[in-house]
């Protein structure tokens, strides 16, 4: 019925935020790892929910997630390297469950939006003393989209402007905002005209950039040079948005964003920073930012829950605590109590279990063997990354560097079938996100099989 389903649909949808699920490989892969109770869970799943190019048909049954780890129905582990950004902590981490325990049995959850509570409360205080330079004011929200759609209202709040610079190929939520700034026509193709204003540019892809740079400063200078470009003849703009790390991940130079930062100052924008995947130690230190600069509105979200419970929100400065007549936010569940002391467990388990310092040495150790890989590999073009938020790029030359979209897909599924979950993006870059509690010799067990699947691939062994 799946397949059916898949072939009838008309289209392919795009491959930019991650592996799809209408290819022959992911057919093989049903064909191969669902049968019995779990072949039957899926086709209700396949039944009952909207189908999209992204989600449903799923990949397989989840039946429990803990720490780095997921299993599913038929009892097969799998070590993951994605988790969708929300297991900084590792899935169910213990005391954020005892956290979330605690505050059911308290009976204080739910807070109604004229009230407050002391877990939310406390939050704010937290992100307050925790991010970096003057950022002091909280709002939160459900998810990662509205926390980027209050972060673009405050902004042209703020400014009195409208009009934002944004980044191709960017990700930043599926809501109409948050489509608008985004820079992939698969979440706003079809659906006519979105949030006027917003302009896109090339982010500093030092890999990969359409004027065949080799030298990063000339990357630099190309991508602020069109932003001051814009920015001269476009006298109305609020904001830039962008991720100080992009999901790839591109790493840009600290010059970069220095550069970014001093164009805003100079034409009246705000910077803001979407560290919804980066942030909570994912880059090596608390936030993402913390290695280049502080924005003016830092947007966090996915692992702020605590991998339990959806929760969002935007941290800022003083200042532009300016919006007592309007409402940016104005959520239910804008205080939510259990949300709350899912997040401050999730923050204490971070820090006292020093998963920053952790993240950036096993991150460094990690790359510098994927660079080994790359020695041995002609599939691998470029390692990507910094801390544990890693990108390997496929190619099927290294002088055309031809994305390998095909040999990503087969590389991925037969590390699925040993047991590494990993994802791609864009098609042919294999992302390494996973759980900032995976230890040294689990993350060597990840890379024997990735090496593996990849020397594979390249002998001809089809998936």
Known sequence: MVKQQCEQSGTRPEAEQGDINTTPARHRYWERNLSGEARRWFEEDARHFLHQGLSTPVLNVIVKADGAWLEDLNGKRYLDMHGNGVHNAGFNHPEVVRAVKKQLDESMTFCPRRFTNIPAVRLAKKLAEITPGDLCRSLFCPGGTDAIEMALKLAKLVTGRFKTISFWDSFHGAGFGASSVGGEEHFHGGLGPLVPGAIHVEFPNYYRNPWGFTREEDVDAECLRQIELIMRREPEMAAVLGEPVSANPVVPSKRYWEGVKALCERYGALLIFDEIIEGFGRTGKMFASEHYLTPDILVLGKSLGGGIVPLAGIVTREKYNICQDRSIG??????????????????????????????????????????????????????????????????????????????????????????????????????????????????????????????????????
């Open 330 to 463: 104005h959520y239910t569940h804008e205080k939510n109590a259990l949300s709350a002391a899912a997040a401050l467990s999730e923050i204490e388990v971070i820090e006292k279990n020093n998963l920053c310092d952790h993240a950036a040495h096993l991150g460094a150790r990690t790359l510098e063997r994927l660079r080994e890989m790359a020695g041995r590999h002609p599939l691998i073009g470029c390692v990507m990354g910094i801390g544990l938020h890693i990108g390997i790029d496929l190619v099927r030359d290294r002088k055309t560097k031809e994305r390998a979209v095909r040999e990503a897909e087969m590389i991925m599924f037969k590390c699925m079938e040993k047991g590494l979950a990993c994802k791609t993006i864009e098609g042919n870059v294999i992302t390494l996100r996973p759980a900032l509690v995976i230890t040294r010799e689990e993350m060597d067990w990840a890379l024997d099989i990735l090496d593996g699947a990849i020397g594979e691939v390249e002998r001809g062994l089809n998936y």
